[in-house]
C-alpha cells in the first residue's frame, strides 16, 4: 500500500536541534523527501535522498534513512525561528509522490 | 525561467459554480501533477497528465472533477458544481522527465478555493 505517517507536532527550544521522523509503506520508492511549507505558501523541497543511500547531509540539514525499517528522519541542527513551518515526508512511486499529513515544527523562545 | 505558475492564487465560488484552476508548468516541462491539500491534511494526489494525455487519475473524485493539458496553454482542473467540501487548496507541480524519477517536481503557489 501506499501510505506515510509522520508525528503531526513537535516543539524545539531555538538553538537545539530538531528531528522529525517519517515512516513509509512502499519499498519501491525511487526517492524520498522533505518538503517545507510556510504559512499560506507553496511547497519548497528541502532536501531529498535516493533509495539506495543512508545518509545525506546539507548545511544544517541531515537525512537518514533505514530502508530495512522504511523508516526516514529529518534532522535541522542549531533550530532558528525562521525553520517554523509544517515539513512532509514524501515518497515517490512510479508516476506520483505520496505525502505524509505534515509536522508542524514550533519554535520555542 | 519562472517557476510553475498558478492562478488565480485565491478563488472564492458560490456553491453550484464552476471553479477552473490553471497551472502553467516550467519552460521544458510537459509533465503536470495535481494535489489536493485540505485544511490541516497532506498532500493528496489528484491527475497526472502529459501533453494531451492523462496518464493516471487515480486520485479524482469520479464526478464534477476533470482535468486538461492541452498541446497549447496551461493545463486546467475545473471542478463543476462546487459544494462547501471542495475548499481545499490546490497544488500543482510539473516535472522535466516522465513520473518523478527525476530528482524533484517543482510546485506551484497554489490556488486556494473556498466555496460559500
Known amino acids: 500500500g501506499e501510505d506515510v505517517e509522520q508525528s503531526l507536532f513537535l516543539s524545539v527550544r531555538e538553538g537545539d536541534s530538531s528531528v522529525i521522523n517519517c515512516t513509509y509503506t512502499?519499498?519501491?520508492?525511487?526517492?524520498l523527501y522533505w518538503y517545507k511549507q510556510e504559512p499560506g505558501a507553496g511547497l519548497q523541497l528541502l532536501t531529498y535522498?535516493?533509495?539506495?543511500?543512508d545518509m545525506k547531509q546539507d548545511q544544517r540539514l541531515t537525512v537518514l534513512l533505514n530502508k530495512k525499517d522504511k523508516h526516514l528522519s529529518l534532522r535541522i541542527a542549531d533550530t532558528q525561528t525562521g525553520d517554523s513551518a509544517i515539513y512532509f515526508c514524501?515518497?515517490?512511486?512510479?508516476?506520483?509522490?505520496?505525502f505524509g499529513k505534515g509536522t508542524r515544527l514550533h519554535i520555542l523562545p | 525561467n519562472a517557476g510553475v505558475m498558478q492562478n488565480p492564487r485565491h478563488l472564492v465560488r458560490r456553491r453550484g459554480q464552476e471553479a477552473r484552476l490553471r497551472c502553467s508548468p516550467m519552460k521544458g516541462h510537459s509533465h503536470v501533477y495535481w494535489y489536493r491539500q485540505l485544511p490541516e491534511e497532506g498532500l493528496k494526489f489528484m491527475v497526472y497528465?502529459?501533453?494531451?494525455?492523462?496518464?493516471?487519475e487515480s486520485g479524482m473524485p469520479k464526478e464534477r472533477f476533470s482535468a486538461e493539458f492541452p498541446k497549447e496553454g496551461p493545463s486546467i482542473l475545473r471542478i463543476q458544481q462546487v459544494v462547501r467540501g471542495d475548499s481545499a487548496a490546490y497544488f500543482c507541480?510539473?516535472?522535466?522527465?516522465?513520473?518523478?524519477?527525476?530528482?524533484?517536481?517543482?510546485f506551484g503557489q497554489g490556488t486556494r478555493l473556498t466555496v460559500v
Open positions: 507541480a510539473s516535472s522535466e522527465n516522465r513520473g518523478v524519477m527525476n530528482t524533484e517536481a517543482f
Open positions: 497528465l502529459q501533453k494531451e494525455n492523462i496518464i493516471d
Open positions: 514524501a515518497e515517490s512511486i512510479r508516476d506520483k509522490i505520496i
Open positions: 512502499d519499498s519501491s520508492s525511487t526517492y
Open positions: 535522498i535516493f533509495s539506495n543511500m
